[in-house]
Nanobody, 127 residues
Framework: QVQLVESGGGLVQAGGSLRLSCAAS????????MGWFRQAPGKEREFVAY????????FYRETAKGRFTISRDNAKNTLYLQMNSLKPEDTAVYYC????????????????????WGQGTQVTVSS
């Protein structure tokens, strides 16, 4: 069992930056592939970024490439999402998620592949 708690969301102007954190409980964090997803009002939850359990493979949604960076610190049981050059369309609740599977090359962008979810943190980007 992994419990996840996101933090770092807030209100920022377009062009600004935020760094989201996801603190994981338990000693198994380093064994899990991790992802960031987001959900805007009235829309489905969508993939943002993925990182494998060792941290040496990452993938991003197309609109996040070059602006967002996913990383992890397994010694601190923490996942990060650095978001730069934020746009109003990035406004959403952001969730971190952990999978019990090795997802590399296999549907890492699908919410149903993840087993544990945090409660989410709101990110609002004003124009």
């Amino acid at each position: 069992q992994v419990q996840l708690v996101e933090s770092g969301g807030g209100l920022v102007q377009a062009g600004g930056s935020l760094r989201l954190s996801c603190a994981a409980s338990g000693r198994t964090f380093s064994n899990h592939d991790m992802g960031w997803f987001r959900q805007a009002p009235g829309k489905e939850r969508e993939f943002v970024a993925y990182i494998n359990w060792t941290g040496d493979n990452t993938f991003y949604r197309e609109t996040a490439k070059g602006r967002f960076t996913i990383s992890r610190d397994n010694a601190k049981n923490t996942l990060y999402l650095q978001m730069n050059s934020l746009k109003p369309e990035d406004t959403a609740v952001y969730y971190c998620a952990a999978s019990r599977l090795r997802l590399l090359g296999s549907a890492y962008d699908r919410p149903f592949m993840y087993d544990y979810w945090g409660q989410g943190t709101q990110v609002t980007v004003s124009s």
